[in-house]
């Protein structure tokens, strides 16, 4: 159940011509009264004596009473209430009862109380009603209305378990301005599955995700194909700036502009400026330079992604909200640079990440430097083919990421944020959806080379398996239809001459892997990443009994004067 406060109004009789009638896009049927302030209010519904004119009178009766100046400017208040595709379709006199719930909750007509302020509530449609108010009360005193918002959802929640409806997380005011019905309604006779303020909200993140200045950003902004004002000082400075979606014009023809702040609560000029601020701080992450190729981005991105989650179950809660902030950054970059067959996929994981991306813990910037880089070099790096080692390190960054939006989904449910934990969660169904549609080849291609192992080396693995992995896990590791390809991968470790069960049983402590789908995919990934292993295993010569490998104590074979574990390779 969603109750909605509108913006309070000036004219009753306006807003009931629009209760009562069709609707702008024909929606409204049977428009009709369902409870009132004095349970006997003429419902021009359903009665054809009743009229708008005679109902407004009577809604605005106690504002005639008083003297012009004491009534306030703007005294008409709207609240819409509405369930979920999936609830059940409540009868009107459950209606009527939620209505009434709503208008003690907020502080409009509580029956407790003495006198209160003249309503109605009108259902035209199976799933919502909308109540309208006068506010000025019986006795001509205005209802307090500090924190209605805050009390209607709560009065919602309890309605939801009381109801048996869907039950829905509490907010906690961080969330972006849901889009009205009238932009959805727009958006759909214009051909679109966004509205404009969702599509331009993308498009900010987008463009913000790596950028390091004000230019840069103002400059993707105009590349990507939006209209872009920006509003500057006699000294240069660059002090806001509003975006429109080309198409997107009001009555009068003209576009419809957004300032930053109002499409997210951290897209206005100086929440993205945080963003930068740490970049000066004495790392040399932001001097590196930017990769050659997707692949090798991707790559990059992965290791900062992994290190990521290494840290972020010990980390101070603003240093891993900073780091959920900028995972958000690298999954927009992940979407605008996907292949096609992961596209949609990841650009949903982008969209709903973005409310998990923002919480009340404020994050401390200059810590996830290293993910903004990552974002930044998979933007510049331009976009992945889908195959071959762009194919493979695509699945590789996405089990990364994947990890640390689940990570992120833990961190938010254990501080109570329920709608970001809800987001995080969702966000990482939607990635693993995208790492099937990306695995599927290089992992096809890895365990046809794994089953063309030679038995002697076949057996091997098997047996760093059981040696690296604790026993149930090395048995689950060894029934799945993935483990041809783990054995590829250690087979390719071992002759590039790692001591390929140290790399295992690292590979295997530095996180849990109860998350994941298929143990040896993941493990595939962090071993290849670790031992620089080219993720496109055509790329690598096929090992056999003769390849190099580490005896028991780790040395390389053939080489007599190494006394120990082999440094790995970073």
Known sequence: MVPKIHKRGTRTIGLLYYLYGPGKAEEHVDPHMVASWDHAAPDPGRNPEATYKQLQQLLD?????????????????????????????????????VARRMVAAAGIDDPEQPSGCRWVAVRHADDHIHILATLVDEDGYKPDLDFDAVRVQAEARLLEQELGLRRLNPGDGTASKRPTSAERHKATRQGRDRTAREELRETIRRAVAGAESEKEFVDRLGAAGVLVRTRVAPSGDLLGYTVALPGDVNAQGEPVFYPGSKLGPDLSLPRIRERWSGRQTGSRVAEQTVPSGPSSARRRASA???????????????????????????????????AAHTRR?????????????????????????????????????????GRGEDGATTAMVIDAVF????????????????????????????????????????????????????????????????????????????AEAGWAALAATLADAEAAGYDATALLADAAARRELASAESLSDVLVWR????????????????????????????????????????????
Request: net charge positive; glycine share 6%.
């Open 61 to 97: 009766q106690p504002l005639e009473r008083l003297e012009e100046k004491h009534r306030p400017k703007k005294h008409v208040w709207h609240l819409s209430v509405r369930n979920g595709p999936s609830d059940r379709i409540l009868s009107d006199q459950e209606w009527g009862d």
């Open 403 to 478: 990890f640390l939006v689940t990570v992120a989904a833990h961190w938010h449910g254990r501080k109570a944020h329920a709608q970001q934990a809800a987001a995080a969660q969702l966000a990482a169904e939607h990635l693993r959806t995208a790492y099937r549609a990306a695995t599927a080849q290089p992992m096809g291609v890895l365990a046809v080379r794994g089953r063309s192992l030679a038995l002697p080396v076949l057996r091997r693995q098997v047996l760093r398996v059981r040696e690296a992995l604790p026993s149930a896990l090395a048995e689950q590791v060894l």
């Open 527 to 570: 071993l290849r990443r670790a031992a620089d292993l080219p993720a496109d295993a055509q790329a690598t010569p096929l090992p056999d009994e003769g390849s190099v490998r580490s005896d028991p104590a780790g040395r390389k074979a053939g080489n007599p004067d190494a006394k120990g574990p082999q440094r790995r390779r970073r």
């Open 345 to 385: 996929e990841l650009r949903e994981a982008a969209f709903v990440f973005e409310r998990a991306s923002r919480s009340h813990v404020r994050a401390e910037r200059g810590h996830d430097r290293a993910l903004r880089q990552a974002a930044r070099d998979l933007v510049y790096s331009g976009p992945a083919l």
């Open 304 to 338: 900062a992604l992994w290190q990521a989650v290494l840290v972020m179950d010990g980390a101070d809660d603003g240093v891993a909200a900073a780091y959920i902030a900028a995972a958000g950054e690298v999954l927009d970059a992940l979407a605008k640079t996907s």
